[in-house]
């Protein structure tokens, strides 16, 4: 399928954002930081659904009702990033939004990120686009004359075009969104060891062992020695000091990966952008502090249907704009509805 829109509005290939940022938040660690410090998270009342999966494992899944469904409404499904989860407050304020137009959102918590632990030593990782797409089928088995949309956040993007170009055409959603991409892990886990981006990855390091050694004591009240001694063993290493050593001693042998170099080239969405043949619209900013200017892909390695929102500012999933610290704007709020939205009139093949 190739993108209908009018040039005008959603440009093709790489364009500039009309993001400005809070006058009050112009530097980039600030845009990244202040929903985490200062955002007053909704109490959402959702509804809680647990997709089994063939391996044995699950997903949960946190539903949220509009109060009054909009006639054709599509079904958005949010994807978290890293260390993320369906309580993440870009995740809420999405589905606030979303439900604000009558239209049904579900936020996917990916393995192990629920509140609970998952069954096996396997977690999530850049490069989860299976359960993704499993969970985008079971979307569209419960709601088959429903249009289904996808919409990933920083790692949970990268999954989002990894899976979008794997399956090129034949992938169940009518549209896409990606915010503050890692196209390139390698270089993502290079700019965490400078700078400020070392307090961030600092942080990111203490809360991914924590999960890990939670799975291991999970492991353990479970009497399941085997998941005990394959998760240990990878442990043994920390504390870990860069992405680099926690991804090649920990994350990529517990996923099949034969190392860190091996993880990085097969779960990084970049190359995958070709492929693409659903509309998607890509919202990045240059001045994002997990990433580096040569993670960016040029525009003869994007497909025709990618639409690629290039901001100077807006931080990593920060993008505030406007009105003053007590209401601020929150512009992917208002961005990812609009896009979405705009697919829907362009016409949805199949419904």
């Not at 985008?136 to 920083?154: C, E, K, M």
């Not at 979008?164 to 993502?188: D, Y």
Request: a neutral charge.
């Amino acid at each position: 399928m190739t993108s209908r829109f009018s040039p005008e509005i959603f440009p093709r290939g790489i364009f500039s954002s009309s993001f400005r940022p809070a006058w009050w938040l112009r530097n980039a660690h600030a845009q990244t930081l202040f929903s985490s410090f200062f955002r007053k998270l909704p109490d959402l009342p959702r509804e809680r659904e647990t997709l089994a999966l063939s391996d044995g494992d699950f997903l949960d899944l946190d539903w949220y009702w509009p109060a009054i469904r909009q006639a054709g409404a599509p079904i958005v499904l949010i994807v978290h990033g890293l260390s993320g989860s369906s309580e993440s407050h870009y995740v809420l304020g999405l589905q606030v939004a979303l439900a604000q137009k009558g239209w049904i959102s579900v936020a996917l918590n990916c393995r192990g990120a629920s509140g609970r632990p998952n069954n096996l030593p396997r977690a999530y990782h850049a490069g989860s686009s299976d359960d993704l797409l499993h969970a985008l089928h079971h979307v569209q088995a419960r709601f088959p004359d429903v249009p289904v949309a996808a919409v990933g956040y920083s790692l949970g993007g990268n999954m989002v075009l990894k899976m979008l170009g794997e399956q090129e055409g034949a992938v169940p959603v009518f549209a896409a969104v990606a915010v503050s991409v890692p196209f390139m892990l390698s270089s993502c886990a290079d700019r965490m060891d400078r700078g400020f981006s070392r307090v961030y990855r600092r942080h990111f390091m203490t809360e991914l062992t924590g999960m890990w050694k939670a799975k291991l004591n999970h492991f353990e009240r479970l009497g399941d020695m085997a998941a005990v001694d394959h998760i240990r063993a990878r442990l043994n290493t920390a504390p870990f000091r860069s992405f680099w050593q926690f991804d090649n001693d920990l994350m990529a042998p517990l996923h099949g990966f034969r190392d860190v170099h091996d993880y990085y080239f097969q779960a990084s969405s970049r190359k995958f952008l070709a492929g693409i043949q659903v509309p998607t619209l890509v919202i990045q900013a240059q001045d994002d502090p997990f990433m580096s200017p040569d993670i960016l892909p040029s525009a003869n390695e994007l497909s025709r249907s990618i639409h690629f929102e290039l901001s100077m500012q807006g931080g990593h999933v920060g993008f505030i704009e406007g009105g003053e610290p007590r209401v601020p704007r929150y512009y992917l709020e208002r961005k990812i509805p609009e896009f979405l939205q705009y697919c829907l009139e362009a016409g949805v093949p199949g419904f």
